[in-house]
Each structure stands twice: as C-alpha cells, then as structure tokens.
C-alpha cells in the first residue's frame, strides 16, 4: 500500500444505497434523513466503505483527523495475521471534479477503524456497540472478539504510556524504569521482573502483552490516573512520584481483588498474540473479490440489531 491507486468511478457505477428512513432503527444509526453506516455501503466487484464517509459518520471532521484510527486499523490486522490489502486500500478518488486520497474498508475494517476511535464521540460509542455484535457474530473473521479489544486497548496503553513519561519528567522523575516499577507493585505487590517469573512470561516482552481485555482496562485506568494525579497534585521528585503511583496501582488492585475474587497476579495469562479463527482463507473478507459478507449478515439476522 506505499503507492495510491488511482479511480475513477464511471458514471454507471453503481452510488451509495438509499438512505436510511427515520423509523429504521439501528445503533449506529446517527441522525434522521442522513446516510447510515448500511447505506453508505458501495460495491463495485466488492461491498465497500469509504473511510471519508465513516469519519464524518463518526463525528470526525474530515478523513485527515481519522486517519489515525485507520492506521490503527491497518496494525491491527498485521497483529491478527490479516493480509491488509483485502480489506483497506487507498486510493485517489474523484469527487466533485477534485481528486482526493481516500481508503475502501471492508466492514471488517470499518469494525476496527470504530474500535480505535475517539471514545469521547458519542456516534463513536454508537458504532463500537453495533461492531461489536457483528464481531462476536462473526467468528470466521476473528477467533474472539476479545482479541480486537485487547489489541485495541494495549495500543491505548502505548499512547498512555507515553503521556505518563512525559508528566513523570515534568515532575522531576530522573528514572523512569524505577517509577514504572512502582506503578506495577501497587497493583500486584511485586516488581515487573517478579510478575513475569510469576506468570512465566519471557523476560523479553512487557507483561501487558500477556494481560486480557479486563487486566489490560485495569491497568490502562491505572497509568491514566497516575498521570493525572501528578498533574493536579503537582507532585514533584522522584520517591513522591514513586509513591503516588504505587498508591493509585493499590487502588486499581482493590476494585480489581473485590470485584473478580482474585488478586491480579493470581489472574492466568493470555494468549500473546490473538488469532484469527481458523478455516479456509476464502472466509476472510475481502475488498478484491466479491464477498458481500452475506455470511456474517445470515449470523447476525436474528440480533435486533441487525433487523431491517
């Protein structure tokens, strides 16, 4: 995908699908009158979906502020073993007389664009409800749907890693290997080195690589409300850094050790890598053949949310 293709659509190709009627009920459906996720389906040799029509679905203003969730997207289906090129491609698309650079996403695609977009936007928190039943029903695409939300989330947890070490070094942290240490031994009562040897993991790999969807939430809160604690109590040096998020990781232990009757370094671990379900390649989706994901839609005709 290093290089755009180039399309023009012909006049007597077929447009976008009727849109949607206010009494059509559907949770990703956003307004009245306006184009829902269904109707904006296209096909041409493939059902598709624009990523500029699914960003302004989603409350984005145009595909440049999206375009991070489809990248996301695109890292996604690597860690999935996924080949990329069935399900986006970019391309330079003509649209009233001006060319501009798009992607076609399959619905599986729009599935994980949605799952790595701003929670903040309703219409976001919409399509991650409605994705999340077609994944769940959709099991020849994805082993478990778990699988996408851990991968969704440790991305997360990499960006919010990143925003902690930045306010860590604001407030005078000189070290932040012993900081980050400081955040594990409040919710597990051990160092990283400690919880691997625990949970035999290799000494080579972050923990969280090994944590389940839950595990992972958990200690995304955890490095989020760490740095906000250091920010609003402007916490200065290091032992009062050290401390500060060693006390909010045995908060996050408590809920943890209350609600799922056990400690979480007792918590078994997970698959490193999730996997795509097993079965015929011809059952993934696809952009360059003609799969219209009729399969998934006859799994899923029986959920509300997929009546007509």
């Known amino acids: 995908m ?23 009920k559907s ?8 184009p829902g996720f269904e109707a904006l389906a296209n096909e041409n040799g493939a059902v598709f979906w624009w ?19 489809v990248q996301k997207a695109m890292t996604v289906c690597m860690q999935l ?17 001006k060319t501009q650079e798009d992607f076609k996403l399959s619905r599986f695609a729009c599935y994980l664009a949605a799952m790595n977009g701003d929670v903040k936007k309703p219409e976001v928190a919409q399509a991650q409800a409605y994705f999340v039943t077609y994944a769940r029903a959709c099991e020849v695409y994805v082993a478990q749907a778990e699988g996408v939300e851990r991968i969704v989330i440790r991305g997360d947890i ?13 407030a005078g942290v000189a070290s932040f290997p012993f900081f980050q240490n400081a955040g594990y031994l409040g919710p597990y009562n051990m160092s990283i080195s400690q919880l691997r040897s625990r949970k035999s993991l290799p000494g080579s790999r972050s923990p969280l690589d090994f944590m389940g969807k839950r595990e992972l939430a958990a200690n995304l809160f955890r490095i989020q409300e760490t740095e906000e ?12 850094a050290e401390r500060t998020a060693e006390e909010v990781g045995r908060e996050v ?22 996997h795509r379900a097993q079965g015929d390649q011809g059952d993934q989706p696809r952009l ?13 005709a029986g959920h509300p949310a997929w009546q007509e």
């Open 158 to 170: 990499g960006d919010g890693e990143k925003g902690l070490a930045l306010t860590a070094a604001r």
């Open 51 to 69: 990523a500029s029509d699914l960003a302004r679905l989603l409350g984005y203003e145009d595909l440049r502020s999206f375009r991070k969730s």
């Open 81 to 97: 073993d996924v080949d990329i090129g069935d399900n986006i491609l970019q391309v330079s698309r003509d649209t009233e007389g």
């Open 229 to 240: 604690r250091l920010r609003t109590r402007a916490v200065r040096g290091q032992a009062p």
């Open 2 to 24: 290093a290089m755009a293709k180039k399309e023009r659509r012909p006049p007597g190709e077929q447009k976008q699908m009727s849109l949607l009627l206010p009494d059509e």
């Open 253 to 274: 232990r408590t809920v943890m050790t209350r609600d799922g009757g056990q400690a979480p370094e007792n918590l078994p671990a997970a698959e490193r890598h999730p």
């Open 288 to 300: 360059q053949k003609n799969r219209s994901g009729a399969d998934c839609q006859a799994a899923t």
């Open 27 to 34: 949770p990703f459906h956003v307004a009245p009158r306006q």
